[in-house]
């Protein structure tokens, strides 16, 4: 956060701009990446809201660092 503020706790289930700030990116790249298929998709709350789950989020970011690490990680939305 702008003050240096950590975040007192992060919601299980993050809108659009708390899913982007969680994982370190602006909204925008945040849209174009989830476009592209390269993070989860969102799971439907109710009627049209929608949100991120944390663990999801989670998942994808550790396998960010596998991969960065040189290791190679199957792409669960790829077909076998």
Do not use: C
Request: net charge negative; aromatic share 8%; proline share 9%.
């Amino acid at each position: 956060m702008k003050d240096g503020v950590a975040f007192p706790g992060w919601p299980l289930l993050l809108r659009r701009d708390l899913a982007a700030l969680y994982l370190g990116m602006s909204p925008s790249t945040f849209d174009g990446e989830v476009k592209e298929g390269r993070i989860p998709q969102p799971v439907q709350i109710t009627g049209t809201l929608k949100a991120w789950h944390r663990m999801d989020l989670d998942a994808w970011a550790e396998d960010r660092r596998a991969v960065s690490a040189g290791e190679h990680v199957p792409n669960p939305w790829d077909d076998e």
